[in-house]
């Protein structure tokens, strides 16, 4: 059973780029959720998506969105990024019958802006 | 909005020595709790988690969590660490009103001495 993987794993971007991060959801799984986590601090969500719609949002502005796909996999795109946006982006997926209760993580994705 | 305390930031222990490391949270509503390890390199991972049923429970390696509703808190425990016990504790929190939303604490960093 693959778990979830997460693309890059490592970039730097300078203010004001755009940044597309992408997952891949475990298998079977429907549900996936990102989170931000800063140095030092737990980590933060940003949106869940459930069958290619957002299903849930938390405080973070509209620059940041996302996309999921017929196949499950995500995408969280950052524009205008600014120097706070520097973080670990984590990708979690949920099966089907645990209703979102359980989230099982990917590695992340490093973000470095400059 | 629920909020997660995690109240030890940085825990040193000598192997075989006990571990506890407190959780409290503010949502008074139904909860599921979980405590994620997060390694040195490595992605989180569940090390156990509470939906209902006994309060008392048992993870992975050892690990163990009181769930008491009465002080809103979900303490983790272990009888004798290990040097390989080593890592970031996360205490998180979903249900209610916040949905599938995963709020964490602030994490423990745990350094056992060998």
């Known amino acids: 059973e693959t778990g979830v993987t997460q693309s890059p794993t490592h970039l730097i971007k300078t203010r004001g780029q755009q940044v597309t991060l992408r997952c891949s959801s475990q298998?079977?799984?429907?549900?996936v959720s990102w989170y931000q986590q800063a140095l030092g601090q737990g980590p933060q969500f940003i949106f869940q998506y459930y069958r290619e719609e957002e299903n849930g949002r938390g405080n973070f502005p509209p620059r940041f969105s996302g996309l999921q796909f017929p196949n499950y996999s995500s995408e969280l795109n950052v524009n205008a990024l600014e120097l706070d946006d520097s973080a670990l982006y984590l990708c979690?997926?949920?099966?089907?019958?645990?209703?979102?209760?359980?989230?099982?993580f990917g590695p992340g994705t490093r973000l470095t802006v400059l | 909005a629920q909020s997660v305390s995690q109240h030890n930031h940085h825990v040193i222990l000598s192997e075989a020595a006990s571990l506890e490391l407190g959780c409290n949270y503010s949502?008074?509503?139904?909860?599921?709790l979980f405590w994620y390890v997060q390694y040195p390199g490595q992605h989180l991972q569940l090390l156990l988690k509470y939906f209902s049923g006994d309060p008392l429970v048992k993870g992975i390696k050892g690990f163990e969590a009181e769930f008491i509703k009465s002080k809103f808190s979900f303490n983790l425990r272990k009888p004798s660490v290990q040097w390989s016990d080593t890592a970031e504790y996360f205490c998180?929190?979903?249900?209610?009103?916040?949905?599938?939303?995963?709020?964490f604490g602030g994490g423990t960093r745990l350094m056992v001495k060998p």
């Open positions: 998180a929190v979903n249900g209610g009103n916040a949905g599938n939303m995963l709020t």
């Open positions: 298998s079977g799984h429907n549900t």
């Open positions: 949502y008074g509503g139904t909860v599921n």
């Open positions: 979690a997926s949920s099966p089907p019958n645990g209703g979102g209760n359980e989230q099982f």
